[in-house]
């Protein structure tokens, strides 16, 4: 089993382009998250999915979009990517209330 | 202030030392969570917790439910355990996790 996948392990965008960051878990999982990590803020929820179809803003959504297209796959989409989106995502899944598993990050620049 | 602190921010300790490293929580919450981040980046699961006590080989955590507070102990240290340990909270309210901000172990041989 892979777990926890995403794609692209690192990006560098411009102001104002666009992009999508992909996770995937092959461990049957309901729930699927969004997260970022910047240095002293420790990390911190974007979106969650509780299950295929549903989607729900966490901490820090503004600036992201998200579609759980299927139970394995939860995508995450800046539309115009911002200087302070600069940070590394990480995906995680898990059953509600269980352990966590996280995919490896995704670092990302915005210049 | 973070609805969930850690305390310390940084620790240095010797090898085989007794490592403890402190949770803090001012809400209600369903389920605790230990978390180990490696210098590489990778994040793992250590422990989730919703009372008592739990032990994994070297290392145990615990929480006090009444008391809103969980610890992370690391018997016989090694370097190894070098990393950032991250205390986590699902919320009662809303379900959502709320992560604390890490606390950098060092283990020096």
């Known amino acids: 089993n892979a777990g926890v996948t995403q794609t692209p392990k690192f990006q560098v965008l411009k102001t104002g382009q666009s992009m999508t960051l992909q996770c995937a878990q092959d461990?049957?999982?309901?729930?699927m998250y969004w997260y970022r990590q910047d240095p002293g803020m420790g990390l911190r929820l974007i979106y969650y999915?509780?299950?295929?179809?549903?989607?729900d803003k966490g901490e820090v959504p503004n600036g992201y979009n998200v579609s759980r297209l299927n139970k394995r796959e939860f995508s995450l989409r800046l539309e115009s990517a911002a200087p302070s989106q600069t940070s590394v995502y990480f995906c995680?899944?898990?059953?509600?209330?269980?352990?966590?598993?996280f995919g490896p990050g995704t670092r990302l620049t915005v210049l | 202030k973070n609805e969930v602190e850690q305390s310390p921010q940084n620790l240095t300790a010797q090898e085989g030392e007794f490592i403890t490293i402190n949770c803090s929580y001012s809400?209600?919450?369903?389920?605790l969570h230990w978390l180990q981040q490696h210098p590489g980046g990778g994040i793992v699961s250590l422990f989730m917790?919703?009372?008592g006590k739990k032990k994994h080989g070297r290392l145990i955590a615990t929480i006090n439910i009444q008391e809103k507070h969980s610890s992370l102990h690391i018997t016989a240290s090694h370097p190894r355990d070098s990393a950032v340990y991250i205390c986590?909270?699902?919320?009662?309210?809303?379900?959502?996790?709320?992560f604390g901000k890490g606390t950098r172990l060092h283990i020096l041989p």
């Open positions: 995680a899944s898990s059953e509600r209330h269980f352990t966590q598993y």
């Open positions: 809400v209600g919450i369903s389920a």
């Open positions: 999915s509780a299950s295929e179809g549903t989607t």
């Open positions: 917790l919703s009372s």
């Open positions: 461990m049957n999982h309901n729930s």
């Open positions: 986590a909270a699902n919320m009662n309210r809303d379900d959502k996790i709320i």
